[in-house]
């Protein structure tokens, strides 16, 4: 379950997907993929807002996808509202914080099931924090009881 007391300051910043049950990221086309939030001015109902840019390479080119992540409270706790932006605007999912790492250094995000993509998990880790045995191994042994690819 979310950690209820999730510091979003803390969260904000870019995470490295290091392992995943989603397609789009074990196939190995798409590598290097980066989740970076950061805030932005709240909704109009006053509900917390961050930018979500995923970043990742194919062929060696960066490609991106953008969104607006709204904070909401869902049957399991706060979870965010992701809405695509520009050509994505019609799309929407539905994630969550479901554990943090020692110091914030590894997380795991799992996305609800959406119009066009299934359920998954990914388990990430800070940039700053990939070059850390420790933080690593804690990441690797989630990701094997989660059932998901190492991709890193």
Known sequence: ???PTLDLDA???TWRIVSSTFPMWTRGSRTGPRFTYAWLSPAADGAPRLADNVTY???GRTRSIKGVDTL???ATGPE???RGSGLLAPLTSIWRVAELGAYDTWAVIVFSRSLLTPA???VVVRPKAIADPEVLDAARERSRTLGARWIL
């Open 1 to 3: 379950m979310t950690d």
């Open 11 to 13: 969260f904000c910043g």
């Open 57 to 59: 390479e194919v062929r």
């Open 72 to 74: 909401r409270t869902g």
């Open 80 to 82: 965010f509202r992701w």
């Open 120 to 122: 998954e998990v990914d």
